[in-house]
């Protein structure tokens, strides 16, 4: 039996509080920390505001301008795709689903910041002595855990994935 209405509007809701989360975080990251510079939190920790042009780990970030549309519209595809595949998702594909909706909510998040700025607004910093993991934010961290979501959800139910 394919997901219900009920069903399919609580996961896009799981997406619309990854939105607002995310946007929410970005506008007090750009209001309350000056750009580049670390507010430690916690001794791994850090909060600072760095803009990235580019994809994941400022991928194209110096690609000349370009890339906001290309990444932009890629993201809206990918968005119309996971709407589609949880219009389709039958009621037991409860992983899915919540991996789905977390992607699709990070996407969109993204996605309103490269319309809007031209960039997205990253402020999550963790390091360790001298490495330091890339600055992320909320959308970006929905998407990861949506994609392990996804993966976990291949190994636990293998017969969806044929």
């Known amino acids: 039996m394919t997901i219900s209405k009920k069903q399919l509007s609580l996961w896009f809701g799981l997406s619309i509080i990854v939105i607002g989360l995310d946007q929410w ?3 007090l990251a750009d209001n309350k920390l000056s750009y580049g510079l670390p507010v430690e939190v916690l001794p791994v920790f850090n909060l600072t505001l760095q803009y990235n042009t580019g994809a994941a780990w400022s991928f ?3 690609a000349g301008g370009w890339q906001r549309w290309l990444f ?3 993201a809206i595809v990918v968005s119309i795709a996971i709407v589609i595949w949880m219009t389709r998702l039958k009621e037991k594909e409860q992983l899915l689903a919540a991996g789905l909706c977390l992607i699709l909510g990070g996407a969109i998040g993204n996605v309103i910041d490269r319309i809007l700025y ?3 607004v990253d402020f999550i910093s963790l ?3 001298g490495w330091y993991f890339p600055a992320f934010n909320i959308a970006d961290a929905a998407i990861t855990i949506g994609a392990a979501c996804l993966i976990l959800d291949m190994f636990i139910h293998p017969e969806n994935h044929r």
């Open 60 to 62: 194209l970030s110096d």
């Open 72 to 74: 932009t519209g890629i």
């Open 127 to 129: 390091h360790y002595q």
């Open 25 to 27: 975080t970005k506008i």
């Open 118 to 120: 031209g960039h997205v």
